[in-house]
């Protein structure tokens, strides 16, 4: 089994701030999540930006990624950002 890792940003809105959102993917998807950086308005108003850095079996990323992508959020990967 060999870990990889996968860079992406992800929009959470203001809806899903109650939801444990980021921990589904490690409990759910078995993935080891990094968060390298993050933008949340004071008292948790407006959306949330987060930096992830997922780590896991391409299968497992794969996997997250397409729970983030089912639950309509705006994910990003490292290919398309320029300069992270």
Do not use: C
């Not at 990094?34 to 004071?42: D, S």
């Not at 949330?48 to 990003?76: K, M, P, R």
């Amino acid at each position: 089994m060999t870990n990889n890792s996968k860079r992406i940003r992800v929009r959470i809105p203001k809806e899903y701030h109650q939801e444990p959102v980021i921990s589904r993917l490690v409990s759910d998807y078995g993935v080891t999540v990094n968060i390298t950086a993050a933008i949340l308005g004071a008292n948790a108003v407006g959306d949330g930006w987060f930096d992830l850095e997922l780590q896991g079996t391409n299968a497992q990323i794969e996997s997250a990624v397409t729970h983030l992508n089912d639950l309509a959020l705006q994910v990003w990967d490292d290919t398309n950002t320029a300069n992270w």
